[in-house]
């Protein structure tokens, strides 16, 4: 019976992260107040809200490039709240905008090695000989093929289209083998036909990850997410399926400053 108990507590758990009664205060102003979320392992949740509505700001608290004021942070079952970003880096919570800074003059491909050099414990020893990340190639390919990207490998990164940089971004940061994602508008300035495909990427590259996404548009969010968290002023509004939240008149009054009954 005792072998039993101990196996059912280490069954993997449902959620991958989860956030308690999270604060940040900047000098009497509350940026965010009592945000409480829970991530469900494998999913794609969404954070929107109004211009000013924190979710910038809940994004540098996740990452830790911002310390709550009060609350905690629980990922993969471990509190991060007083956590450094590259040790959440190396538990395998990636921002894209940490690692998606490509290096213009590289080739995709070696954009896609620099992520990947971290495995073979050479990250910071950039005066070996570059032919040491040979070894890398093919795997660098892979990574390229699974965005789209295979034909443009040795295309500089400054010669790729806006959204074609986006998909080199995210090779970027499934190179760095994530286990949960954090995509800041990753569709931000994009044409409709970029988005569509950047949309279609990151439900391809959601297999065996979570993925945690702030994004604008409302056409990407109806299709890709699971669930989604409406924020305003700093505190949860909504949450739940598109479907429920987009019906919900304090989300439309947030949106558009009216509802239907108005």
Do not use: C
Request: aromatic share 6%.
């Amino acid at each position: 019976m005792e072998e039993q108990a101990v196996g059912e507590q280490t069954q993997p758990s449902s959620t991958i992260l989860e956030t308690r009664n999270l604060t940040k205060d900047f000098k009497g102003f509350t940026a965010i107040s009592d945000v409480s979320i829970n991530v469900k392992t494998g999913s794609i949740h969404a954070l929107i809200g109004p211009n000013g509505a924190g979710k910038t700001t809940f994004f540098n608290l996740l990452t830790k490039f911002l310390k709550p004021s009060a609350g905690q942070i629980i990922y993969a079952g471990k509190d991060i709240t007083n956590a450094r970003p590259a040790g959440i880096a190396q538990q395998g919570l990636i921002r894209s905008f940490q690692i998606s800074a490509v290096f213009p003059h590289l080739s995709a491909r070696e954009n896609v090695r620099v992520a990947l050099q971290r495995k073979l414990g050479i990250s910071y020893h950039f005066w070996r000989p570059v032919r040491i990340l040979d070894q890398l190639n093919e795997e660098a390919q892979a990574t390229l093929e699974q965005v789209g990207l295979g034909p443009f490998a040795d295309t500089k990164a400054v010669e790729l289209a806006y959204g074609q940089k986006r998909a080199l971004e995210i090779a970027t940061t499934i190179a760095l083998k994530p286990r949960l994602m954090l995509l800041d508008e990753p569709t931000q300035g994009m044409s409709s036909e970029d988005v569509g495909t950047v949309t279609e990427l990151i439900r391809k590259v959601v297999d065996g990850r979570t993925i945690v996404m702030v994004e604008h548009n409302l056409n990407v969010v109806s299709t890709l997410a699971d669930t989604i968290t409406v924020l305003n002023r700093g505190e949860v509004l909504a949450e739940g399926n598109y479907d429920t939240v987009s019906t919900n008149p304090a989300v439309m009054e947030a949106y558009m400053g009216t509802t239907d009954a108005a």
